[in-house]
């Protein structure tokens, strides 16, 4: 007999013995169904019978209760219990709907039968009571007949209770017995199914055939979607099957080379990609800052597996800081000497475990050294930054092309801030006197005006000339001059506080702004600047070629001059002061 038809049978087999076990859980399921209504039965029954002897009770008292207080109140609540439990009774009546036997009923009317005389005799009470019949109310109901009956009413109620209960007891124990008949037909007929499929599938798996066939057929369709993840059979048969099972083997050992080769090509497309947009957001840097975040945002993603740091020489001191780091903890990184670095002295990417023994950097601590990554910024032959990389899967080759493509473009961007903000520098300063220019003014002054019309605040200028200044420049030459212009320059700046401004206004002039500051404050400024220029010592190839005194104008807005007019203001309150005999300070005339 033929593999196929065997498989049909015991399939035809399967689907009857199931369909049996099925039959068999749904009349289970009916049954235990029963088993639970005859619950639920019992349960509204055994509260209504509840509630109907609280109320016959309540009743009793609220009657009681009016016989003895003779208040309209409690006879109206009597009233209206009485009401609620004529409904109640009408409920109960109704119970041969909801499955009560006749017997179970008719001892329910003998209950109703004696609850009703009582409350009869309660409603003659109430009906004395309105009559002013105070005895024979309270003879009637606290009578040993009226107590009998009310006890006779409390056990027809338990009585029914008590037949109910058995009714359902056996309604329980019939369900229960068909329930576990029928599971266990169900768990029969689960036996049989199983051992059917048991049979079928040792008598395949002895021919040897089918099993084989199904996995490669399943091996074949998922290199078919290019899942190169499932496990080739290896078959040790030397048939038709073991070759198909070799070729198999073949095939997916190919594809899983093409597929490693694609996702390498697509690696390092994504990662070039990355570059190329993080060199085009570099180059719409205007600042250090901006820079740096343009790295911090990059650099992670084109070198996912290691954390790294971005280190930029500082001119003053010569060391280098962090000014960025990435996936890495949180830490501090000192600023350290640029001879410390291995990359920094040779000019070329450092990585001591790149080619077995080599010499750690100094800046790295010695338990990462074997695992970090130095790559320098160069920028016309002169180092200008750093960037080191923790490589935390030491077996995994660096990208080292990728190293120093991101540090040859960073390099690249910082050279050329670098060169912006010197040019920027050079614009907006005097080279002499390291002071802004006059180039800077208009738009610095104009700022300033506007914040202090926002704020409400003042503003003033003080406009500072160096007395005699041609004499001292034909006496001692231009270069002492120049002295002098640069020593001026060093006492302004350290008699203004933070917020002031100083530009060179022109040859030996000056201008102070000092935003915030009324015309006192401004006075008391130029008063300790012409005491600081008196009393300094101005020196020139050691000889002394003071004493040098200034000359001082002031002018506050908005008391002295408009916003338009504020610098010609203090350069008039300057000329009086020139012209009234120098070395002194003139406040310029109110507007208006």
Not at 121 to 138: L, N, V, W, Y
Not at 346 to 375: F, N, T, W, Y
Not at 514 to 523: C, I, R, T, V
Request: aromatic share 6%; proline share 3%.
């Amino acid at each position: 007999m033929r593999i196929a038809t065997i498989t049909n049978f015991a399939y035809i087999a399967t689907v009857v013995l199931t369909l049996t076990s099925g039959v068999a859980l749904f009349m289970a399921s009916n049954a235990e169904r029963a088993e639970r209504d005859a619950v639920a039965q019992n349960r509204v029954f055994d509260e209504l019978i509840d509630d109907l002897e609280r109320e016959a009770y309540a009743l009793t008292e609220l009657a009681r209760e009016a016989v003895i207080k003779k208040q309209p109140e409690v006879i109206q609540s009597w009233k209206t219990r009485q009401q609620q439990d004529i409904a109640l009774e009408n409920h109960l009546i109704a119970l041969r709907d909801r499955g009560a036997s006749d017997e179970e009923l008719l001892i329910l009317r003998d209950g109703l039968s004696t609850l009703d005389q009582l409350e009869d005799e309660q409603r003659i009470a109430i009906a004395d009571i309105e009559a002013g019949k105070t005895d024979e109310a309270m003879n009637l109901l606290y009578s040993a007949s009226y107590e009998e009956r009310l006890s006779e009413t409390e056990y027809r109620f338990a009585h029914f209770r008590s037949l109910a209960d058995q009714r359902v007891q056996r309604a329980i124990s019939d369900a229960t017995d068909r329930s576990l008949r029928l599971r266990t037909l169900s768990e029969i007929m689960v036996g049989l199914t199983a051992l059917l499929f048991l049979f079928v599938l040792g008598f395949i798996i002895k021919h040897r055939i089918l099993r084989p066939v199904v996995t490669l057929s399943d091996v074949v369709n998922r290199l078919a979607t290019q899942d190169y993840n499932v496990e080739a059979p290896v078959l040790a048969q030397v048939d038709e099957i073991g070759d198909m099972a070799q070729a198999i083997r073949i095939f997916r050992e190919n594809g899983l080379t093409r597929q490693r080769l694609e996702q390498e090509r697509d690696a390092e497309w994504a990662t070039r990609t990355l570059l190329a947009r993080m060199t085009q957001r570099l180059q719409g840097c205007d600042s250090h800052s901006a820079i740096f975040r343009v790295v911090s945002r990059f650099a992670p993603q084109i070198i996912p597996d290691m954390g790294g740091r971005l280190f930029v020489l500082n001119a003053r001191t010569k060391r280098m800081k962090c000014v960025a780091r990435w996936g890495l903890p949180p830490g501090e990184d000192a600023p350290f000497p640029a001879e410390h670095c291995w990359a920094l002295k040779r000019g070329q990417l450092h990585s001591p475990a790149k080619g077995g023994v080599d010499m750690p950097c100094e800046h790295i601590k010695p338990e990462l050294a074997s695992r970090a990554i130095c790559v320098p910024l160069n920028a016309q032959n002169k180092s200008i930054g750093l960037l080191t990389f923790d490589n935390y899967t030491p077996g995994k080759e660096p990208p080292y092309i990728y190293l120093e493509l991101l540090a040859e473009t960073l390099a690249l961007a910082l050279a050329n801030q670098i060169l912006r903000d010197t040019l920027t520098e050079r614009a907006m300063h005097d080279s002499l006197t390291g002071l802004l220019n006059r180039h800077s003014l208009d738009e610095t002054l104009r700022n300033m005006l506007d914040q202090a019309m926002v704020e409400g605040t003042t503003l003033s200028c003080l406009m500072v000339d160096v007395d005699y200044f041609k004499k001292l420049n034909d006496q001692y030459g231009h270069d002492a001059g120049d002295k002098v212009l640069r020593e001026l320059s060093r006492l302004i700046t350290e008699t203004l506080d933070e917020n002031s401004v100083a530009f060179r206004y022109g040859g030996e002039e000056f201008l102070l702004v000092l935003p915030g500051a009324d015309e006192l404050q401004a006075k008391k400024v130029a008063e300790t600047l012409l005491h600081n220029v008196l009393n300094h010592h101005m020196l020139y190839e050691s000889q002394d070629i003071g004493p040098v005194s200034v000359s001082i104008g002031l002018a506050t807005w908005p008391r002295h001059a408009r916003a338009d007019n504020l610098v010609r203001a203090a350069d008039l309150a300057l000329y009086l002061a020139k012209e009234q005999g120098r070395g002194q300070i003139v406040v310029a005339r109110s507007a208006g």
